[in-house]
């Protein structure tokens, strides 16, 4: 399984919505706290970009040499629609400043120094340290997640509902009128996991590993032809 460092930092380098927690802005709305980007320095910093007169940029740039705490909360909802579609949600806690001369005009960088990150997400709950966040790397398939699994939601229901007869006993019972529907939920170098739909409302999820790490979406093409041959025989 992908570990929690590198499942948080490709929740933060995704375009996942994602919002500035910082003391003394609750009263502020959420569309004012969302960075308008945000990437990941060699350090595992984040440097997240505001409007210069957002209340985040204002905060921080009132701090100066002060310690200002704050949280980076991003939630990652399942790109195609299935029931209980918020797959996790990553916290990144740590101390906020700002970066002069790193943004264009009308725009502040600012700096989150990494403490600690924390994700709840279709793995479990676990706590990622600064080191461990700094020196993870994110999924290699995340940029172009949400298009795959939407392409295969849409153009290979057919392939997708085949991996039913992978389930064995746990597929009930095999004809068509029966058989649970079948949604592909989330996609990473090392497998698939699909959201099965029963008749009777009932939900349950399986993974499909593939027979080796993919490193792009060549080898993954290989990895889903693969797999769908296994499930069709």
Known sequence: MPSAAERTRTLVQSTCSAVLL????????????????????????????????????????HAQDDELPAVLEITDV????VPHRIR???????????????????????????GEAHIDDLWGVEGVDADGFRDAAPDPLAAHE??????????????LATLCGLLGERAGCGCAEHRPDVV???????GLRVRFRERGGHCFDARFEFPRP?????????AMHTLFTAAAH
Do not use: C, I, K, N
């Open 78 to 81: 399942a790109p195609v629609s």
């Open 146 to 159: 949400a298009d795959l699994l939407q392409h295969l939601y849409a153009a290979h229901g057919e392939e």
């Open 88 to 114: 996790g949600r990553a916290r990144v806690s740590g101390w906020l400043t700002a970066v002069p001369g790193m943004a264009g005009p009308g725009r502040t960088m600012l700096r989150l120094e990494t």
């Open 184 to 190: 592909p939920l989330a996609l990473d170098r090392l």
């Open 214 to 222: 993919v490193r792009d979406v060549v080898e993954l093409s290989h």
């Open 22 to 61: 910082v003391p003394g802005l609750e009263a502020a709305g959420s569309d004012q706290l969302m960075p308008l980007s945000r990437g990941v320095g060699p350090d595992g910093d984040l440097f997240l970009e505001f409007p210069a007169d957002s209340p985040a940029a204002r905060a921080a740039t």
